[in-house]
């Protein structure tokens, strides 16, 4: 069974500018959550959907944006990108809300 | 709202020798998890625990829930280099909130 997949790997942007990353979740599994991980905050739950419905959502500003597709693929948004945005994104699917299986992150660097 | 706590931050052990991470947390739940995290790398899933005076081992690691005190372990016996990386435990609420983790370093 293939795991979670996450593109891009690594990605460099500019302040100010936008981006997109896509999961996509372990077949047949329908949540799906986003992570973001720094040195500083750890891991901090941004949000989860499931059947294409945000479920959860963490404590971060509107500029992170996610949504969920109807094969459960995901996306994750984040506008007007700030320094303090570089990170590791983690995404994690699951068939239950119980466990979670993580794909290898987006390593997000914002110069 | 939920806090997750995990002591030590900072482990360093000898190989061989035994020894415990604490992972406290605030509110009520009975679904922990802990990963292990390599450097640059993911989370890996070690254990679920589901249930008040759950345990669960794999090898050298074995992880136990109670679920009264708020309290899961995760013991570790005759540690090997192998075992060096963070080890994070996650409490699910209303969704899930990840401990600081554990930087484990076993010496030879």
């Known amino acids: 069974k293939a795991g979670v997949t996450q593109t891009p790997r690594y990605l460099i942007k500019t302040r100010g500018q936008q981006v997109t990353l896509s999961c996509s979740p372990i077949?047949?599994?329908?949540?799906v959550s986003w992570y973001q991980q720094t040195p500083g905050q750890g891991l901090q739950f941004l949000f989860e959907?499931?059947?294409?419905?945000?479920?959860n959502k963490g404590n971060f500003p509107g500029r992170f944006s996610g949504r969920q597709f109807s094969n459960s693929r995901s996306e994750m948004n984040v506008s007007t990108l700030e320094l303090g945005d570089s990170a590791l994104y983690l995404c994690?699917?699951?068939?239950?809300?119980?466990?979670?299986?993580f794909g290898p992150g987006t390593r997000l660097t914002v110069l | 709202e939920l806090k997750v706590e995990q002591n030590p931050l900072f482990l360093s052990m000898q190989e061989g020798k035994n020894y415990t991470i604490y992972c406290n947390y605030s509110?009520?739940?009975?679904?922990l998890y802990w990963y292990r995290q390599d450097p640059g790398k993911s989370l890996e899933s070690l254990f679920v625990l589901l249930s008040n005076g759950a345990v669960k081992q794999e090898g050298r690691l074995m992880a136990s829930l109670d679920t009264k005190a708020r309290l899961s372990t995760l013991h570790i016996t005759a540690a090997v280099h192998d075992l060096s990386a963070t080890y994070f435990c996650?409490?699910?609420?209303?969704?899930?909130?990840f401990g600081p983790g554990t930087r484990l370093s076993v010496l030879p």
């Open positions: 077949s047949g599994h329908r949540s």
């Open positions: 959907y499931f059947s294409e419905t945000q479920r």
């Open positions: 994690a699917s699951s068939p239950d809300s119980n466990e979670q299986f």
């Open positions: 509110t009520t739940s009975d679904r």
């Open positions: 996650a409490v699910a609420g209303q969704n899930f909130v």
